[in-house]
């Protein structure tokens, strides 16, 4: 069963605007990673957060995470045509190593 | 640098016929290794995962088996295809629980 929930499933946005998408999980985790998926192509990974951390920046992204809430925010600054994507949040459960994915979230910028 | 190569891309299949994809990595030993199927539109599914040479371990049961006979080689087959077994496969490797590493993935059609 999937561990995480991304949410919205779909957001089209102005070139120059930010983009934010969200995940929640269900049990306690010891990271929480965050991968792009360009249409047709292998995913790429973005960022890994862990637990005991609270916010990470990596260029344009910003994650944030909230273990009292179970749940993690992508935030893409000022968005390009090239973050049209899908983008994917997916946990390490403690004394684990295997992903699970959620659905994802269809990113959609327009020039 | 770490790579890993997937083979082949496409690959268009009747139902009841054998299948072979091949996932090589290069650059490290001993990895994780992985196959994930993607259904469209949606995020993924692990399939199977292994931590050394001839260790196999299913997450789901199916149609498919997985075999490791080399330390950086994971194949992930079938005997006999079935129509819900279309679907994109991408094979990835990681070290203990860190970031995964995708390949360019196999769009398989099952007719």
């Known amino acids: 069963s999937q561990q995480g929930e991304e949410d919205p499933q779909a957001l089209s946005i102005q070139e120059g605007e930010n983009a934010t998408m969200n995940c929640s999980y269900k049990t306690s985790i010891n990271n929480l990673q965050w991968y792009r998926q360009n249409s047709g192509r292998g995913l790429v990974h973005l960022i890994l957060i862990r637990s005991n951390e609270r916010e990470k920046h990596s260029g344009r992204l910003r994650v944030t995470l909230d273990t009292s809430k179970k749940s993690s925010s992508l935030l893409i600054t000022a968005s390009r045509a090239a973050d049209t994507a899908s983008y994917f949040c997916a946990t390490v459960l403690l004394n684990d190593y295997k992903l699970s994915f959620g659905a994802g979230t269809t990113v959609t910028v327009r020039a | 640098s770490q790579t890993i190569h997937q083979w082949p891309a496409t690959l268009v299949q009747p139902v009841g016929s054998p299948l072979s994809l091949e996932c090589t990595v290069e650059g490290t030993s001993n990895p994780n290794l992985y196959w994930y199927r993607q259904a469209a539109g949606r995020g993924l599914q692990l399939l199977f995962y292994?931590?050394?040479?001839?260790?196999i371990s299913s997450e789901v049961p199916q149609n498919l088996s997985a075999s490791r006979p080399q330390d950086r080689q994971f194949i992930l087959s079938s005997k006999k295809l079935l129509l819900s077994d279309s679907g994109f496969y991408l094979c990835?490797?990681?070290?203990?629980?860190?970031?995964?590493?995708f390949g360019p993935g196999t769009r398989l059609t099952v007719l």
């Open positions: 990835a490797w990681s070290v203990l629980a860190h970031q995964q590493f």
């Open positions: 292994s931590v050394g040479i001839g260790q």
